[in-house]
C-alpha cells in the first residue's frame, strides 16, 4: 500500500508541475494586443487604429511605444477621432521606436530616433524620472516596461511631437 501512495503523490506532483509550466507555455502577446487593453491609453490605441497599424506592431518588431495617456491627449480627442490615415500615422510613428528599450535602456541613451522621423532627446531629472524632449517642454514616462512578445510600452504624459 505504501508503494501506491508514494506513486500517487508522485503523479500528484508531476500534475502540480505541469499546471505551474502550462502558463508559462502561453503565447504571449504582441504589443498592439496588449496596449488595446489599456484603458488609460484608449486615445492613443484609437490613433493606431486610425492609422491601420494594429497588425504591423502585432508583427515582426520588436517595437518600443512611448504610449501617451487619455490625459496627456485630452485637448486632441476630438481631432484623433476625426483624423484621417495619414495624420494618424504621422502622429503614432512619432511614439514608435524600431529594437525594445526598456527603462534601463533608454536611460543610457541621449537620443533616439522614432519610426516618424522625430527625434527624441533623452534625460533624467533629479527625481530619477526619464524626460523626452525636455527642450520643448518634456514628456515623463509614467508607467514604464509593459512588456510584450515582441516590443516594451511606456506609458507617458504628453505627446511626442516636432518643435
Known amino acids: 500500500m505504501g508503494y501506491i501512495y508514494e506513486r500517487g503523490f508522485a503523479n500528484f506532483g508531476a500534475l502540480i508541475c505541469i499546471l505551474v509550466i502550462i502558463p508559462v507555455l502561453a503565447p504571449a502577446q504582441q504589443v498592439y494586443d496588449i496596449i488595446s487593453k489599456h484603458q ?14 494594429g497588425q504591423q506592431l502585432n508583427s515582426n518588431g520588436p517595437y518600443t511605444i512611448f504610449a501617451p495617456t487619455n490625459k496627456a491627449l485630452a485637448n486632441l480627442e476630438d481631432r484623433i477621432k476625426r483624423a484621417d490615415k495619414s495624420w494618424a500615422r504621422n502622429f503614432v510613428m512619432n511614439h514608435v521606436l524600431t529594437g525594445m528599450a526598456t527603462k534601463r535602456q533608454i536611460v543610457a541613451m541621449s537620443k533616439a530616433p522614432t519610426m516618424g522621423g522625430l527625434v527624441l532627446t533623452i534625460t533624467q531629472d ?6 523626452l524632449n525636455e527642450v520643448t517642454g518634456g514628456v515623463r514616462i509614467v508607467k514604464p516596461n509593459i512588456r510584450a512578445s515582441n516590443g516594451v510600452i511606456h506609458f507617458i504624459d504628453g505627446r511626442l511631437e516636432q518643435d
Open 40 to 53: 488609460e491609453v484608449s486615445l492613443f490605441v484609437e490613433a493606431i487604429d486610425k492609422a491601420e497599424l
Open 126 to 131: 533629479q527625481q530619477s524620472n526619464i524626460m
